[in-house]
């Protein structure tokens, strides 16, 4: 079992920035793909980001490339997701989330691929 709990959320202004963590334990971090993922009220779990085991690579959703910036400290068991120009209809709970097995490229956006997840974290963009 990988534990993950997320932090960092809050209320912010459109404009503005926040910073979420994600802490993992239970697993040797550095074999775990990572993942960012949002839900709205009323929407499904979208994709927002994904960093390899390594950090060496990494892919956004085309509604935050440019703006979103995911990272990883494999030594503090933690991915990190920079969030800046943040706009209202990022409101959502951000969940992160960790894929153990080795899968195709073209599954990492989908979030039934990811085997843990954390309890999720709330970001609210006042207009």
């Known amino acids: 079992q990988v534990q993950l709990v997320e932090s960092g959320g809050g209320l912010v202004q459109a404009g503005g920035s926040l910073r979420l963590s994600c802490a993992a334990s239970g697993r040797t971090f550095d074999n775990l793909r990572m993942g960012w993922f949002r839900q709205a009220p009323g929407n499904e779990r979208e994709f927002v980001a994904t960093i390899s085991r390594s950090g060496g690579d990494v892919d956004y959703a085309d509604s935050v490339k440019g703006r979103f910036t995911v990272s990883r400290d494999n030594a503090k068991n933690t991915v990190y997701l920079q969030m800046n120009s943040l706009k209202p209809e990022d409101t959502a709970v951000y969940f992160c989330?960790?894929?153990?097995?080795?899968?195709?490229?073209?599954?990492?956006?989908?979030?039934?691929?990811?085997?843990?997840w954390g309890q999720g974290t709330q970001v609210t963009v006042s207009s």
């Open positions: 989330a960790a894929m153990e097995r080795v899968r195709p490229y073209t599954l990492y956006r989908d979030p039934s691929k990811y085997d843990f």
